[in-house]
């Protein structure tokens, strides 16, 4: 596990190299960007931006996407997989928002996991990019560069989410997810880490290192 110090070095550089990290779907305002993170489970986030390139354009409200209808919905988003369940959830979820919260995406981890489709890293991805709250969201980037490098070790993504919130300085929490799930994405890949390339390989604890001799 990493030491405080070497945490601090972890973060200066990723911020040093990417002073302001955003998230890659695409969106308009705080309810579009909850649809688009509903719609990346288990998907690209490159697919769901072609797939709601066209649809934000019609239904950026819920009672916009309430008039397009599940159907309607279905036909926008039936290149991204699971595509039935999720319009499913989002007309639900675009209901709950009409009728209990005038509209709007409500500002509480609490509440906007119970809407239909909304998980707990959902909704720390729309606490943090919608409202600028200092949440960590743990996907599987996130789980796999926490664990590999020491920075926060745990055997499930809450553990990893708890541990980041407890470990990482507050002046980092903010953009924290972005810099890690940007790191995992394209630097400590799954298969193939690219160690070679990463600004924190000499701290990094990870046993399968790949360094160029």
């Not at 002073?19 to 688009?36: C, D, Q, S």
């Not at 934000?56 to 988003?77: C, N, Q, S």
């Not at 789980?143 to 553990?159: E, H, I, M, Y």
Request: aromatic fraction near 6%; include cysteine.
């Amino acid at each position: 596990m990493l030491k405080k110090d070497q945490i601090e070095t972890v973060f200066g550089r990723l911020q040093k190299a990417n002073p302001a990290p955003k998230g890659e779907l695409n969106y308009v305002n705080p309810y579009t960007l909850l649809v688009a993170v509903v719609l990346s489970a288990q998907a690209t986030d490159v697919g769901v931006n072609k797939a709601t390139a066209k649809l934000f354009k019609i239904a950026d409200t819920p009672e916009k996407m309430l008039k397009l209808g599940e159907a309607g919905l279905k036909e926008h988003v039936k290149t991204i997989g699971l595509y039935n369940t999720k319009a499913k959830n989002v007309i639900k979820l675009s209901e709950i928002l009409v009728k209990d919260h005038k509209s709007e995406v409500p500002r509480d981890r609490a509440v906007l996991q119970t809407l239909p489709g909304v998980g707990r890293k959902t909704a720390n991805v729309v606490l943090n990019i919608a409202f600028g709250e200092p949440t960590i969201a743990v996907d599987t980037h996130i789980f796999r560069v926490a664990n590999r490098t020491g920075l926060a070790p745990g055997k499930d993504v809450l553990a990893v989410e708890l541990a980041l919130e407890k470990r990482v300085p507050a002046k980092f929490k903010l953009h924290c997810h972005h810099w890690l799930i940007l790191h995992g994405r394209y630097v400590c890949k799954a298969r193939k880490p690219d160690c070679p390339s990463c600004l924190v390989a000499d701290i990094c604890q990870f046993k399968g290192k790949t360094l160029v001799q």
